[in-house]
Nanobody, 125 residues
Framework: QVQLVESGGGLVQAGGSLRLSCEAS????????MGWFRQAPGKEREFVGG???????SYEDSVKGRFTISRNNTKNTVYLEMRSMIPEDTAVYYC???????????????????WGQGTQVTVSS
């Protein structure tokens, strides 16, 4: 059974930092490309960034320079480090995994096979 479990969400003040984790089980983690998405109230789920199985990363423009994605294959975990946070970062954050074409990162949610349950991140002004 495939599971992705996010953790680390919470409330942070504008300008602050937060680190999300997503632990995967039921899959060979090192073969996966991982993505982070977020969904704010009343908005569509959007791509935040991703990391391929070989470690290359890509980011949505509004988070470039503020967010960093990394992975630890020995812990089956992907991380989203968020800095200089702004109220517009408030959303439910989801991690996702794809096991095809995993040497690349892609921003399209339909190309991810597995999803976590999401974790709430709230940035206060």
């Amino acid at each position: 059974q495939v599971q992705l479990v996010e953790s680390g969400g919470g409330l942070v003040q504008a300008g602050g930092s937060l680190r999300l984790s997503c632990e995967a089980s039921g899959l060979t983690f090192s073969y996966l490309a991982m993505g982070w998405f977020r969904q704010a109230p009343g908005k569509e789920r959007e791509f935040v960034g991703g990391i391929s199985r070989v470690g290359s990363t890509s980011y949505e423009d509004s988070v470039k320079g503020r967010f960093t994605i990394s992975r630890n294959n020995t812990k089956n975990t992907v991380y989203l480090e968020m800095r200089s946070m702004i109220p517009e970062d408030t959303a439910v954050y989801y991690c996702a995994a794809r096991n095809t074409g995993a040497q690349n990162t892609v921003p399209f949610r339909t190309m991810y096979n597995y999803w976590g349950q999401g974790t709430q991140v709230t940035v206060s002004s």
